[in-house]
């Protein structure tokens, strides 16, 4: 099963861009990259997927080179209510066999 | 169209007794997943289940646990003789097939005194 590691945590300030790199060394042919955000008290929310170079949606933008090997979700222009816990996961069309296996995640944090 | 639907949302139990935690899917979704999330950690996956049959249940404790999606009605995680331990909150996603994005309740937290 392929691993994910990212930064524990991240500190950003309104306004700024984020980009959170995710290394995946032992992505499989048929995996997917998918982002995950959770807040406090809540369940995870999907936020954005991909195979490769380039996916972007109305929340984000996914950047994954040629060897796949890493992926980096950018948030653009982060206000206060994008604080939360950003999970990456990798696996055949997103999930392995139904599985989402989630790492410990990268809890941002945006400061005024 | 309404999300994943949990309930209860906060659940109170003394130990030995019985949980039922339930999970009504997006509609027209036929796939339920249950994840467990322990105070400080990451979601664990506990079990997978399409309507009537339960297809991948590595991730659920070999006792005093058991799932069920009946044909007609919603998902139901059953904790029997509940112990200390199995505070957390349980999370319920559903997907209309098995290739689809998972969509998120807003779990139930279980609290066992």
């Known amino acids: 099963l392929a691993k994910t590691t990212q930064p524990i945590s991240m500190d950003s300030y309104e306004g700024q861009e984020v980009n959170i790199t995710c290394s995946h060394n032992?992505?499989?042919?048929?995996?997917?990259i998918t982002w995950y955000q959770q807040f406090p008290s809540q369940g995870p929310r999907f936020i954005i997927q991909g195979y490769k170079t380039k996916v972007t949606n109305e929340v984000a933008s996914l950047f994954i080179p040629a060897d796949r090997k890493s992926s980096t979700l950018s948030l653009p222009r982060v206000s206060l209510s994008d604080t939360a816990v950003y999970y990456c996961?990798?696996?055949?069309?997103?999930?392995?066999?139904?599985?989402?296996?989630f790492g410990q995640g990268t809890e941002l944090s945006v400061k005024p | 169209n309404a999300g994943v639907m949990q309930n209860p949302r906060h659940l109170v139990r003394r130990r030995g007794q019985e949980a039922r935690l339930r999970c009504s899917p997006m509609k027209g979704h036929s796939h339920v997943y249950w994840y467990r999330q322990l105070p400080e950690e990451g979601l664990k996956f506990m079990v997978y289940?399409?309507?009537?049959?339960?297809?991948?249940e590595s991730g659920m404790p070999k006792e005093r646990f058991s799932a069920e999606f009946p044909k007609e009605g919603p998902s139901i995680l059953r904790i029997q003789q509940v112990v200390r331990g199995d505070s957390a909150a349980y999370f319920c996603?559903?997907?209309?097939?098995?290739?689809?994005?998972?969509?998120f309740g807003p779990g139930t937290r279980l609290t066992v005194l």
């Open positions: 289940l399409q309507k009537e049959n339960i297809i991948d």
């Open positions: 996961l990798v696996g055949e069309a997103g999930n392995q066999g139904g599985k989402l296996i």
């Open positions: 032992n992505i499989a042919t048929n995996d997917y």
């Open positions: 996603a559903s997907s209309p097939s098995l290739t689809d994005t998972q969509y």
